[in-house]
């Protein structure tokens, strides 16, 4: 099937061979669209670990300034006062024993699930289900935790999780086509800051190798990293 005219353009308005600085990236990446819906604008960055070292494995969650241009659905497995403080602070979805079972039965009609400690014993038996999905619960990215009004205002603000692949490349989202070039700028320094925190002490060389910028359906555009980290790239 050949690619049509709209692919086409999208396609022929980047250059494969050169480094935009990030602005640039942030302008060309909603010109360089070509899908009719309002398409995730995503970083793919390629960093100097191995994520088979456990001392090198990349973590962590930070909250977009500009949030990530959808509505979050939010479950909260907790009980008593804190799943009434789940409810306040705006979770879609809250409950206990009832709700796990409800998930181990297939339902998943959601996109984000917070936990308080002393659920985890019930919320493991659910690591086949919610795991492959990127959904488990975890104390590092501060989806464990009895302080649930933080944890369901952050998500809904614009929280995103990011977890280094095998290759060494994560990939998040930094927004939507629609945003305005300073809002997708504004998050993906958000996302490059809180990869630099999240920099193993055991990761030797360059750290941040290569950044890409691209929508869901168009091409990738290459970054140059000292255009966003305003300094050496092993920073």
Same mark, same amino acid.
């Given at each position: 099937?050949?690619?049509?005219?709209?692919?086409?353009?999208?396609?022929?308005? %980047?250059?494969?061979?050169?480094?935009?600085?990030?602005?640039?990236?942030?302008?060309?990446?909603?010109?360089?669209?070509?899908?009719?819906?309002? +398409?995730?604008? &995503?970083?793919?960055?390629?960093?100097?670990?191995? $994520?088979?070292?456990? *001392?090198?494995?990349?973590?962590?969650?930070?909250?977009?300034?500009?949030?990530?241009?959808?509505?979050? /659905?939010?479950?909260?497995?907790?009980?008593? +006062?804190?799943?009434?403080?789940?409810?306040?602070?705006?979770?879609?979805? %809250?409950?206990?024993?009832?709700?796990?079972?409800?998930?181990? &039965?297939?339902?998943?009609?959601?996109?984000?699930?917070?936990?308080? $400690? &002393?659920?985890?014993?019930? %919320?493991?038996?659910?690591?086949?289900?919610?795991? $492959?999905?990127?959904?488990?619960?975890?104390?590092?990215?501060?989806?464990?935790?009895? *302080?649930?009004?933080?944890?369901?205002? +952050?998500?809904?603000?614009?929280?995103?999780?990011?977890?280094?692949?095998?290759?060494?490349?994560?990939?998040?989202?930094?927004?939507?086509?629609?945003? *305005?070039?300073?809002?997708?700028?504004?998050?993906?320094?958000?996302?490059?800051?809180?990869?630099?925190?999240?920099? $193993?002490?055991?990761?030797?060389?360059?750290?941040? /190798?290569?950044?890409?910028?691209?929508?869901?359906?168009?091409?990738?555009?290459?970054? *140059?990293?000292?255009?966003?980290?305003?300094?050496?790239?092993?920073?």
């Amino acid at each position: 099937m050949k690619p049509g005219r709209k692919r086409k353009e999208a396609i022929g308005a %980047v250059d494969r061979e050169r480094f935009y600085a990030i602005t640039e990236a942030c302008e060309l990446v909603k010109k360089a669209s070509f899908a009719k819906f309002d +398409e995730t604008v &995503d970083l793919a960055v390629r960093l100097g670990v191995d $994520p088979k070292h456990a *001392d090198q494995m990349v973590r962590g969650a930070t909250v977009l300034p500009h949030g990530i241009g959808k509505t979050v /659905r939010v479950l909260v497995f907790a009980k008593g +006062e804190k799943a009434t403080e789940a409810q306040n602070a705006g979770a879609d979805f %809250v409950g206990a024993d009832e709700l796990v079972q409800k998930v181990q &039965d297939g339902w998943l009609d959601f996109d984000t699930v917070v936990a308080t $400690p &002393d659920m985890m014993g019930q %919320v493991g038996r659910l690591g086949r289900v919610l795991g $492959p999905r990127g959904l488990m619960p975890n104390p590092k990215v501060g989806t464990v935790t009895f *302080d649930v009004t933080k944890a369901v205002q +952050e998500v809904k603000a614009g929280k995103i999780e990011f977890r280094v692949e095998k290759a060494g490349i994560v990939h998040a989202p930094v927004g939507k086509r629609s945003f *305005d070039s300073e809002k997708l700028l504004g998050n993906a320094k958000a996302l490059i800051d809180a990869l630099l925190r999240a920099k $193993p002490a055991s990761a030797k060389g360059q750290y941040v /190798r290569t950044i890409t910028m691209s929508t869901t359906m168009g091409p990738g555009i290459k970054i *140059d990293p000292l255009s966003i980290l305003g300094g050496p790239a092993e920073a």
